[in-house]
């Protein structure tokens, strides 16, 4: 990787943008770690670069100056990323959710925005792991899903189909997790929706009747979390067979009603060398 140079402001952290050896472009500021590559026209990939670039700089002073709200469940939020946040968590409700559970995915969305343009054959936004797409007629993207152990594969999204967001969500991944899922990937029209989706399934992967599973108050992990004194995962056991059946099969019960709804386009439940799939959803080894 060549050397980070701070941008040409001073926020809270210093964002910073380097060109990776392989010609990706790389993107930090604080808590935000972006990688974006496009392909098309080199002039259109150079002015939708440049354009990713300043909406990246402004983002988290942005949404830290919302974060009060952002991190409630009903309050008004005025910034475009924010606002992105709160819509794509909304349906969701009255179940818990915070617009924080679309986080990562709203900022992948909207430092693509400027590559949804002539020249531009396909792009992607990887924030951490959640992904935004772009793809014009004919192309397509593929995308590894893998749990943590055991099972794994890969899945091509096309043009023509809807999903232009993939995220993932569990208890040992970046955020905390009420439930004890591996992980949860999910396809969705946005990664903003789709961060908002894993995170609910990831959720309902749950043994609350199993006493052997760890949990600590979120506020005690993380000060400030958003989940406050709700008790997400720490520690989970070596399950049975039968454990992981009723605990996958009770967040495939969630991720199928979402893809009933049409707030996903698909989902991979994956805990300890066991996964379940939603219905269409063809994972290739």
């Known amino acids: 990787m060549t050397e980070l140079r701070p941008l040409e402001r001073t926020d ?27 392909w098309g026209r080199a002039d259109a990939v150079a002015e939708a670069e ?4 300043r909406r990246f700089s402004s983002i988290l002073a942005e949404l830290s100056a919302e974060l009060p ?10 910034g475009p990323v924010a606002r992105a946040m709160a819509s794509a968590v909304a ?10 559970a679309a986080v990562a995915g709203a900022v992948a969305d909207w430092v693509l925005g400027d590559f949804r343009r002539d020249g531009i054959d396909r792009a992607y936004v990887n924030n951490g792991g959640d992904i935004a797409l772009h793809l014009s007629s004919g192309h397509t993207f ?63 992967v749950d043994l609350p009747e199993c006493l052997a599973i760890e949990r600590r108050p979120a506020c005690d992990m993380q000060i ?32 199928e009603t979402y893809l009933k709804l049409g707030l996903i386009e698909g989902a991979a439940l994956f805990l300890q060398g066991e996964s379940r799939i939603t219905q269409g959803l063809a994972l290739v080894h």
Do not use: Y
């Open 12 to 38: 809270m952290w210093q964002a910073q943008i380097a060109r990776l050896k392989d010609g990706r472009l790389h993107l930090h500021h604080g808590p935000i770690d972006i990688i974006l590559q496009a």
């Open 50 to 53: 440049d354009c990713a670039i």
């Open 69 to 78: 709200s952002l991190r409630s469940e009903n309050k008004i939020v005025f």
């Open 91 to 100: 349906p969701f409700r009255p179940d818990f959710i915070t617009p924080m």
């Open 142 to 204: 593929r995308c590894a899903i893998a749990g943590q152990t055991g099972a794994s594969g890969n899945v091509t999204i096309v043009a023509d189909s809807p999903v232009r967001g993939v995220a993932t969500s569990g208890w040992a991944g970046r955020s905390w997790s009420l439930g004890i899922a591996d992980s949860v990937t999910v396809l969705a029209k946005s990664a903003a929706e789709a961060d908002a989706a894993a995170t609910m399934i990831a959720n309902a």
């Open 224 to 255: 400030d979390s958003d989940l406050g004194q709700r008790l997400v995962t720490v520690a989970v056991p070596t399950l049975s067979f039968k454990e992981k059946a009723l605990a996958l099969d009770r967040g495939l019960r969630a991720a």
